[in-house]
């Protein structure tokens, strides 16, 4: 809601619940909970489950495909 606050850490992801947030991931996620102005822990959620499932696909075309769906909940 404020991005002139400090981003968010993985430890805050965790403490409320967001899981699969990690060092490598974590600028990413900060940055698409700020572009896409999220607030919610769901939210927050579904968009760190699509970026798991996108960059497990690009590291390796033999784990699940992401779908269209995927890519719209990452903007």
Do not use: C, K, M, R
Not at 10 to 18: E, I, L, N, S
Not at 36 to 48: E, K, M, N, P, Y
């Amino acid at each position: 809601a404020d991005n002139t606050q400090t981003a968010p850490s993985v430890t805050d992801y965790a403490v409320v619940g967001v899981t699969g947030v990690d060092a490598n991931n974590l600028s990413e996620i900060n940055g698409q909970v700020d572009s896409q102005s999220l607030t919610t822990v769901a939210g927050i959620q579904t968009v760190v489950d699509s970026l798991a499932i996108i960059q497990s696909y690009a590291a390796d075309n033999t784990q699940i495909a992401p779908t269209v769906t995927s890519y719209v909940e990452i903007g």
